[in-house]
């Protein structure tokens, strides 16, 4: 007995077969921008690679705009330090000049202007924006970070060591260019106030510093030209000479140390900027005698930034602070002195070399030519030295993100090759699968209008 087909059931293959050639059709249609997939029914290996290449596109592409961020950043960064380094270079020159015994008064007061001008010129360039976005303020980078008053205030007078002096009381390396060896300047005055001796108080810090508030205090002619004597006894460090059994090493040590301090903290007496916290207490009394702090009048500047650096992650991975940082901060870049070093008690005040630098400015100023030959020329050379450092770091910085951006450029070429490997569309093939597609689909919808039965509509 045979079966019979209805029509519906005819109709019913038609319309199932056509919908599939539309299909098929409209995803070439599709693939026309490119693309291969998708979605993942088009093939689900691929796709799951696709997701994967996609997640590491993104991520390229926002370490390439943070590479182009931080340079730009280190770039205006290193230009603006290249120029302070260079108005440093002429404070150091002009320092020298200054310590020249044969300056007449017109000399220094014209040196004293030409200082002091460039200190004002240092400030504000040190205040330097990209956008509206300071480049030195740290994390507070919408602060103005450095502010220089127009007021004098009286700081605390700090002894710089020499090298030589440095190597002796501190047992410094050679090279110490980069950091202040300091002792704190205290004086015996009689009842009319009149300074009847001046000595330095070594607070700590340094390589013989115990940052325990643990201390010596010494004449001025001893830490001036005392100790060399002792250098010819072959002590090469005042803990040499304390150790020796040698009488007249013991005699003339004795001379010039005059006592030892058990417990002194700088920051009990002074801000981290070298004023006194209170104006009615400027003197401590040890064993007995009461020292004053010896004080100058200069400028003040105050750094409103904090000590918080910038990070612009460049590589997947573990995060570097050490080699993703792009900024520098006040302390960076102005290091740190007897007043707000890690034995002092306080906290880095960012502007230690400007403050010092105006200091010089002022002893310039009153012509104090034994000060800036001993001192002075100390100073400006620590100060250029610690700003060329910082310069320095801020240039290696800079050739590494360049370095690391070419790489990511590289990578990115081959993460584009990768996503076309996986997901590309052969565009010769496709225009063909395409032609045929519609002609089948063309074909069927012709065939369908003349085998279909026709509708009550069609006689209308």
């Not at 000399?107 to 990209?130: C, G, P, R, W």
């Not at 590589?315 to 002195?337: E, H, I, K, Q, Y």
Request: glycine content about 8%; some cysteine.
């Amino acid at each position: 007995m045979g079966a019979r087909i209805g029509s519906m059931h005819f109709m019913y293959n038609y319309q199932n077969s056509l919908n599939y050639t539309y299909q098929q059709q409209t995803k070439l249609f599709e693939q026309s921008d490119g693309s291969s997939l998708h979605r993942a029914s088009d093939n689900p290996m691929n796709y799951a690679k696709l997701l994967r290449y996609n997640v590491s596109e993104t991520e390229n592409t926002q370490y390439r705009e943070n590479l182009k961020t931080a340079s730009s950043w280190m770039k205006n960064s290193d230009d603006v330090m290249i120029h302070m380094t260079e108005m440093m270079q002429t404070l150091k020159e002009k320092s020298v000049h200054a310590a020249n015994s044969d300056n007449t008064e017109d000399d220094y007061a014209a040196i004293y202007k030409e200082m002091f001008a460039h200190m004002q010129e240092l400030v504000a360039t040190a205040n330097s924006q990209i956008g509206d976005r300071y480049l030195f303020s740290g994390q507070k980078d919408m602060t103005k970070p450095f502010e220089m008053s127009l007021q004098m205030y009286e700081r605390g007078q700090a002894k710089t060591l020499d090298r030589s002096q440095a190597a002796f009381f501190k047992g410094s390396d050679a090279d110490y260019n980069t950091e202040l060896f300091q002792m704190l300047t205290v004086e015996t005055r009689d009842s009319a106030g009149n300074v009847t001796g001046t000595y330095y108080l070594d607070t700590g810090g340094g390589k013989f510093g115990d940052n325990t508030g643990k201390g010596n205090l010494y004449t001025k002619d001893f830490i001036d030209n005392g100790y060399k004597e002792l250098i010819a006894f072959g002590c090469t460090t005042i803990k040499e000479a304390e150790a020796s059994t040698n009488s007249k090493v013991q005699e003339l040590l004795a001379a010039g140390k005059v006592d030892t301090v058990s417990d002194f903290t700088v920051s009990d007496y002074f801000t981290n900027q070298g004023l006194l916290k209170d104006d009615s207490v400027n003197s401590v009394t040890l064993n007995g005698t009461e020292y004053f702090f010896s004080t100058a009048k200069q400028n003040i500047v105050t750094y409103n930034g904090d000590e918080n650096l910038i990070s612009m992650v460049k590589l997947n991975g573990a995060t570097d602070p050490g080699s993703d940082t792009v900024n520098s901060t006040g302390s960076g870049m102005f290091g740190r002195d007897l007043f707000d070093n890690a034995s002092s008690g306080n906290t880095a005040s960012g502007t230690a070399m400007l403050n010092e630098l105006f200091c010089v400015c002022e002893k310039v100023s009153s012509c104090d030519i034994h000060w800036m030959s001993s001192d002075g020329v100390t100073i400006t050379d620590v100060a250029h030295s610690t700003l060329l450092v910082e310069e320095t770091r801020i240039g290696a910085r800079q050739q590494l993100y360049t370095n690391v951006e070419a790489m990511l450029d590289n990578q990115a070429d081959n993460i584009t090759e990768d996503i076309t490997n996986v997901s590309g569309a052969d565009i010769a093939q496709l225009a063909t699968k395409l032609m045929q597609q519609t002609a089948l689909y063309n074909l069927a919808l012709s065939m369908g209008g003349r085998i279909l039965p026709q509708s009550l509509a069609d006689y209308l």
